[in-house]
């Protein structure tokens, strides 16, 4: 699925939907594009949709943030742009992070490739005149509910 998102209001919009109707815990989501496409502002939409209101910040140097759900699950926010080397995903015992009661979000997920889990879905966001195009794609086991 394809969609044309003008601004940044829409990408917050779009993201708060597609956290609200398909997400489900345990999921990992996958968050591809170039820097500046707007990845990190679709996991601000998606944490909106929560009720959290507070700042979202890039975890770019620290790689991840947590964020705690009302809900009691647990929202991760990785960046890996900066990963330099795979190990350092086995210090942060990165197998701790997918959990039936977690939610990752994962931009730049293929210098993590071999230590990451699946996606069940997998976001891209292309820059098209002013705007993004948001492509959306569901990992067909996660759809049969
Ligand atoms: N649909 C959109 N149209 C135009 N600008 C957008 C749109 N969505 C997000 N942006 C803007 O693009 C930039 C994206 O930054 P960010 O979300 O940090 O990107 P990334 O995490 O992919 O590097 C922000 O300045 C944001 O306001
Ligand atoms: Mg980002």
Redo the contacts with the bound molecule.
Sequence with gaps: MNVF????A??LAFAGRFFAERVRPGWVVYLH??????????VRGCLRATGYQGIVK?PTYTLVEEYRLDNGLTLYHF?LYRLNDSSELEWMGIRDYFRPDSIAFI?WPERGAGLLPAPDAEVA?KPQG???VIGLTEASSTTAD
């Excluded at 998102?5 to 940044?8: N, T």
């Design positions: 998102l003008a601004d940044e829409e990408t594009g170039q820097l500046g496409a707007g990845k990190t502002t679709f890039s960046d931009e966001l002013q705007g993004r």
